[in-house]
């Protein structure tokens, strides 16, 4: 029994050897290991431009002969996103390495097609990451963001992928990495919905700015911008809801800040007389940062409720305002209700997804917010 084993094992050894990556003994300046991929649109063809390592400054032991720079950008044309990426392997003479991919970069005349097209490749290729994150340039191409001039020795996806998760940390857009988004296009109900960039100078540089996010149609396409107020309120009906800031006033006009901590969201869906009820119930719990008033004194019970009460009048008016503004604009479902309602009511989700648009435009939506104040920084010391 232990020489078959063993035998076994050397078998196992001897195929796996066999069934090594196709990339196995490439050197490592013969990669082209992107970092970020941008898609423009130039009348019938696509434009893409990758930002890729400088190979041969990582593996040269002096990097003044190779070049200064970090990464390397290069942009290829083609009738589709695959023959453009296929292109600029021409240019560049490296094989490409998409598992180290940060960004996919969408311009507004890409968005505003059907983005199923464009991220079939990303979603259908092997070595691609459905971790991928997805944003859309706003006002201006989608290369520029990858040939933007932030600093030496910088990787431009790299940054823009650290501000990406902290605006989704910090609950002011949602989370969008490839894999969310492809299962959002696959649902007959929902809508995408992604972070905007834009470039904004900086002196001599400049720099990204994420803080809108971009809706898109039931045909997949780019409809309409939400602000950064209405952007926070989707978080929160999404129930992506973790950190945050909060400005408010006492009873005197003395502003306090709070810190969200953390956050709950849960979802109590009925259907009366044909219209469909969305009861959400919102839990925030947050902590005092800052406080304008009293000198450091106490702050009494009563200043808290005072606080508790504007907070939660001041987010539910808000999440209110942007489910209006959705409905008003083409009832654009990037809260995944249809969703919520097939989780709840399969049979009331049958009937009502052959008309989704006009359903959605019909139900209501009933918020309840509950601030929980954790901490409020009372300091004995100063008694």
């Not at 990464?71 to 600029?88: H, N």
């Not at 996919?104 to 994150?133: G, M």
């Not at 992604?194 to 803080?211: C, I, R, Y």
Request: proline share 1%; charged share 25%; glycine share 6%.
């Amino acid at each position: 029994m232990l020489k078959k084993i063993i035998l076994l094992f050397f078998v196992a050894i001897t195929f796996l050897s066999f069934c090594s990556c196709e990339r196995y003994g490439t050197e490592i300046e013969d990669m082209m290991i992107i970092q970020g991929v941008a898609v423009d649109k130039l009348e019938d063809n696509y434009e893409v431009t990758i930002e890729m390592l400088n190979n041969k400054q990582s593996a040269s032991a002096d990097s003044s002969n190779v070049g200064d720079e970090m990464t390397l950008t290069y942009s290829a044309k083609g009738e589709t996103v695959a023959e453009a990426l296929r292109l600029i392997i021409n240019k560049t003479g490296t094989v490409p390495i998409y598992t180290h991919n940060k960004v996919i970069i969408l311009s507004e005349a890409v968005a505003s097609e059907n983005i199923s097209k464009i991220l079939d490749f990303f979603e259908r290729d092997y070595t691609t990451q459905p971790i991928t994150l997805l944003c859309v340039a706003k006002g201006g191409k989608a290369g520029d963001v990858l040939k933007a001039n932030i600093g030496k020795d910088i990787s431009k996806s790299e940054v823009l992928e650290k501000i990406l998760n902290q605006s989704a940390i910090s609950s002011i857009t949602p989370e969008t990495r490839l894999i969310d988004v492809i299962n959002t296009l696959l649902d007959e109900t929902a809508c995408v919905a992604l972070p905007a960039v834009t470039l904004e100078k900086n002196g001599d540089t400049q720099t990204f700015f994420v803080e809108n996010i971009a809706v898109f149609d039931y045909d997949d396409a780019l409809s309409f911008y939400l602000n950064r107020e209405a952007s926070e309120s989707v978080v929160k009906l999404l129930g992506e809801l973790k950190n945050g800031t909060l400005v408010t006033e006492d009873e005197k006009g003395s502003k306090a800040t709070f810190i969200i901590v953390d956050g709950e969201t849960e979802y109590d869906v009925s259907i009366n007389n044909g219209i469909i009820n969305y009861n959400v119930e919102i839990k925030m719990f947050c902590d005092l940062n800052a406080y304008e008033g009293d000198n450091f004194k106490s702050i009494e019970n009563e200043t808290v409720e005072i606080f508790k009460q504007n907070i939660k009048r001041d987010t539910e008016d808000k999440i209110q305002r942007t489910y209006n503004t959705i409905l008003k604009y083409g009832a654009n479902d990037i809260f995944r209700f249809g969703r919520r309602l097939l989780q709840n009511n399969k049979t009331a989700y049958d009937l009502c997804k052959g008309d989704w648009q006009g359903n959605l435009k019909n139900s209501k939506l009933n918020i309840n917010v509950e601030v929980i104040i954790r901490r409020i920084g009372e300091e004995s010391y100063h008694e």
